[in-house]
């Protein structure tokens, strides 16, 4: 094999992912291939985190477990930060033509992730004593490990959306799993070898590191392009659309940590579980529609797309939802263990399941949100920041019980889905009922001549 070989194997998929646009049928055909690559690899790695967070529980009991989880979604509340590079990526990507302007984008917005990942880094170190007493932390140290993997875990947003914008999906669902295989088995070893929530940790570390080297482009361009992107206004525009979105997403765990026991904030973040699962399953639909959202022109075949990647998620949610309500107690007995105190907060089947609804209701808002972030620069995300900022207000004054948590969530995303879903069902209105267009008669013959008065 030659040595240009990968090259141009990889702009073979270029050439073949550039065709021009065929029918709405051929772009809903596309979303499901990619949707249901990424849904398998989404079902492999929500299996693999709920087998995680089932053998942590067990090893370390609900309070440790709360220690734990409260950690890790630390970091993902920084994947605002990972999340954004990776759809800006993607976007640029799926609309450049060649594949030097192509490797060109992602250089430039891999060497900015590496600046914001190393100052964010240094942020959490220097802070880590204020942010575990915050958590109710036993020790600073957790931070710490934390913010070495927020080193990798914001530049590897970067290649991720590299590999979605040339849609290798295969590749993009194999560094998923490849991140969940390696977390499961550290976190196996480290619990196997006493080392407690700080092992759990390290597993989280040692996963990114390696689905960050797993990452790296195995096509090399000598020849990228220098490019100029409309960063600031696009970038704020992802910004906020994922410090909103990640907001939502983690911060009732967060909060929980800090107002309740260490018990019921462990049982509080096994039930959030299902909303992970929830989330991961739909967001690979998500990730599946936003590039061919992006370089299709015609309104007809982008609302195409719209409409496959919203009955996807409508399926996934229903199915959860009613997965969680059926379940008995037993069954959660089981995997959570004997001692685990179910029912603490109230009954376990009744807030998995207003859980997982919730989270559906607010992926529907998402997916409405990612379309119109594909399609121009919209200003949906700035209405879900502020509805972010109404979660946080809304727990900090009712958070009697967990119940009362999750329904506060629940109502604002009911709010967030109406006030995101009016623009789209006005131009769905107006396309499919035109209003008749009234002109004005003309004058086809004689002259219409303006008298003054005087005369």
């Known amino acids: 094999m030659s040595s240009d070989s990968p090259l141009r194997a990889a702009s073979q998929i270029v050439e073949e992912n550039a065709i021009n646009e065929s029918s709405s049928w051929h772009l809903r055909a596309r979303v499901l291939n990619g949707s249901i690559i990424l849904l398998i690899s989404s079902g492999f790695v929500g299996a693999m985190n709920l087998i995680y967070n089932f053998v942590v529980v067990h090893a370390l009991g609900a309070d440790r477990f709360g220690h734990a989880n409260a950690v890790y979604t630390v970091l993902l509340l920084l994947g605002s930060f990972t999340l954004s590079y990776q759809i800006l990526c993607s976007k640029f990507v799926a609309r450049s033509q060649s594949l030097p302007e192509k490797f060109g984008i992602f250089r430039m917005l891999h060497r900015r992730a590496w600046y914001w990942a190393v100052a964010i880094s240094l942020t959490l170190a220097y802070g880590s004593g204020l942010f575990s007493q915050y958590l109710n932390l036993p020790n600073r140290h957790y931070i710490l490990l934390i913010a070495i993997a927020n080193l990798f875990y914001i530049p590897l947003g970067v290649q991720r959306g590299l590999m979605q914008g040339l849609y290798e999906f295969p590749r993009l669902a194999t560094n998923f799993a490849l991140e969940v295989i390696v977390k499961v088995g550290a976190a196996a070893a480290a619990l196997a070898l006493g080392w407690g929530v700080r092992g759990v940790i390290f597993a989280i570390v040692a996963s990114t590191v390696v689905a960050y080297l797993h990452g790296w482009p195995r096509t090399r361009s000598p020849l990228a392009q220098s490019v100029s992107l409309p960063a600031l206004q696009e970038g704020i525009q992802a910004s906020v659309f994922f410090i909103g979105q990640m907001i939502i997403y983690n911060l009732d765990v967060i909060l929980v940590q800090h107002f309740f026991s260490a018990t019921l904030a462990g049982v509080y973040a096994a039930v959030a579980v299902i909303g992970r699962v929830v989330y991961m399953l739909c967001w690979s639909v998500v990730n599946s529609m936003f590039p061919l959202?992006?370089?299709?022109?015609?309104?007809?075949?982008?609302?195409?797309?719209?409409?496959?990647?919203?009955?996807?998620?409508?399926?996934?949610?229903?199915?959860?939802?009613?997965?969680?309500?059926?379940?008995?107690?037993?069954?959660?007995?089981?995997?959570?263990?004997?001692?685990?105190?179910?029912?603490?907060?109230?009954?376990?089947?009744?807030?998995?399941?207003?859980?997982?609804?919730?989270?559906?209701?607010?992926?529907?808002?998402?997916?409405?949100?990612?379309?119109?972030?594909?399609?121009?620069?919209?200003?949906?995300?700035?209405?879900?920041?502020?509805?972010?900022?109404?979660?946080?207000?809304?727990?900090?004054?009712?958070?009697?019980?967990?119940?009362?948590?999750?329904?506060?969530?629940?109502?604002?995303?009911?709010?967030?889905?109406?006030?995101?879903?009016?623009?789209?069902?006005?131009?769905?209105?107006?396309?499919?009922?035109?209003?008749?267009?009234?002109?004005?008669?003309?004058?086809?013959?004689?002259?219409?001549?303006?008298?003054?008065?005087?005369?």
Do not use: C
Not at 396 to 405: K, T
């Open 293 to 455: 959202s992006a370089g299709v022109e015609s309104e007809e075949r982008g609302r195409a797309v719209l409409g496959t990647a919203l009955l996807l998620v409508v399926l996934i949610v229903t199915l959860l939802t009613l997965g969680a309500w059926a379940a008995p107690s037993s069954v959660w007995h089981f995997l959570l263990g004997k001692n685990f105190p179910l029912n603490a907060g109230g009954s376990y089947r009744g807030l998995l399941a207003l859980y997982a609804a919730s989270t559906g209701i607010w992926l529907l808002s998402v997916v409405l949100m990612s379309y119109e972030i594909a399609r121009k620069i919209g200003y949906v995300s700035w209405l879900q920041l502020a509805l972010s900022g109404a979660v946080f207000v809304g727990i900090y004054r009712v958070h009697d019980n967990l119940h009362d948590v999750i329904m506060v969530r629940a109502v604002l995303m009911i709010i967030l889905l109406v006030l995101v879903s009016i623009p789209f069902l006005r131009v769905q209105l107006a396309t499919r009922f035109p209003w008749p267009v009234v002109t004005a008669p003309s004058i086809s013959s004689g002259v219409v001549k303006l008298r003054q008065l005087s005369e």
